[in-house]
């Protein structure tokens, strides 16, 4: 299973472009990489999925490379309720050797000042 | 609304005292997992299923057992608490292995 390693924690301030960058050095062929955020005492929330390349919603965009043992999180202009803990998640592909288990990083906390 | 729900929300109990969780999801989806959060270790997986009478061990499964009776219900299930298992619990659900997770609010347990 992937093992991730992100930061610990990060600063930006309101209307900033926050990059988050998670590493993913063992991937599997099939796996996906899946971001969320999660508020204290609430459960996570997914952000956004992907398995190459680039893909954006309306909330962020997620650029993976070609190698795909890298991802980063982009959360445009973000405001002070994207403060919060993001988690990347890599793994569920089929065909990757256990499509159930899943191993959570340690997350980012995100601290965005006024 | 598409939701998991957890029961209950918060529980303190005492150390050997059998207790169960519910979770339940109305999505009609494959996966539900159990996960346990605690300060500085972020999110663990205790157990996972991958569909009805489907259950396997996650990363820490020692003290917990789970069944996967009918394909909406996932109850953790902790035979003999201990303080050590003290935690804040959240269940999730997916439709496919590779699909995004939907998590619940989430279950304090606090073992004296």
């Known amino acids: 299973l992937a093992k991730t390693t992100q930061p610990i924690s990060m600063d930006s301030y309101e209307g900033q472009e926050v990059n988050i960058t998670c590493s993913h050095n063992n991937i599997a062929t099939n796996d996906y990489i899946t971001w969320y955020q999660q508020f204290p005492s609430q459960g996570p929330r997914f952000i956004i999925q992907g398995y190459k390349t680039k893909v954006t919603n309306e909330v962020a965009s997620l650029f993976i490379p070609a190698d795909r043992k890298s991802s980063t999180l982009s959360l445009p202009r973000v405001s002070l309720s994207d403060t919060a803990v993001y988690y990347c998640?890599?793994?569920?592909?089929?065909?990757?050797?256990?499509?159930?288990?899943?191993?959570f990083g340690q997350g980012t906390t995100l601290q965005v000042k006024p | 609304e598409a939701q998991v729900t957890q029961n209950p929300r918060y529980l303190i109990t005492v150390t050997g005292k059998k207790l169960t969780v519910t979770c339940s999801q109305n999505?009609?989806?494959?996966?539900m997992s159990w996960y346990r959060q605690d300060p500085g270790l972020g999110l663990r997986q205790i157990y996972y299923s991958m569909n009805v009478e489907v259950t396997d061990k996650g990363d820490v499964p020692e003290g917990y057992k789970v069944s996967r009776k009918e394909k909406r219900n996932f109850p953790l299930i902790l035979e003999s608490p201990s303080p050590n298992q003290t935690s804040l619990y959240f269940c999730?659900?997916?439709?496919?292995?590779?699909?995004?997770?939907?998590f619940g609010d989430g279950t304090r347990l606090s073992i004296l």
């Open positions: 999730a659900s997916r439709r496919q292995g590779s699909q995004p997770q939907h």
């Open positions: 999505m009609n989806h494959e996966y």
């Open positions: 998640l890599v793994g569920g592909g089929v065909g990757s050797g256990n499509t159930g288990k899943l191993i």
